[in-house]
Every structure is written in C-alpha cells, then in structure tokens.
C-alpha cells in the first residue's frame, strides 16, 4: 500500500485520519492500523470502493494507492 499517496489524497480533501476512520465506520485505531499495515491489516474491499467513491478517485488512482 502506498501510504503516502493515501495521505496527500486526504490532505488535499482537508480528512484527518479520524475523519475518514468514521465515514469508514471503523475505529480510528483500525484506521492507523489498515494505514500503516501493522499485522498485516489492509483495507477491505468495501472500504476501498468508499475511500474511491468519497475522493473520486480513478481505477489507476485505487491501484496506485493500493495494490502498488
């Protein structure tokens, strides 16, 4: 995962971590977690397809972003 693309993404939306945790309605534990990988925590699917839909990010953007 490319971390730091996720980041400037939020950032140029004016999200913080806790901001996008709850549109995800996860914790913002689980969030820190999914974003910096720790015990191999990732993203599901279905917060993947939010994440797109809220930034209205490309297919090229998700892969850049996610599957890099």
Avoid: W
């Avoid at 901001?19 to 534990?29: F, P, S, V």
């Avoid at 839909?53 to 953007?61: F, G, H, I, P, V």
Wanted: net charge positive; glycine share 6%; aromatic share 14%.
């Amino acid at each position: 995962m490319n971390k730091n693309a996720l980041l400037s993404i939020m950032q140029f939306y004016g999200d913080t971590g806790g901001k996008l945790a709850k549109y995800l309605n996860i914790a913002r534990t689980t969030f820190s977690a999914k974003l910096n990988e720790t015990n191999g925590a990732e993203f599901t699917q279905n917060e993947i397809k939010l994440i797109k839909n809220k930034y209205n990010l490309c297919a090229e953007q998700i892969d850049f972003i996610f599957f890099n």
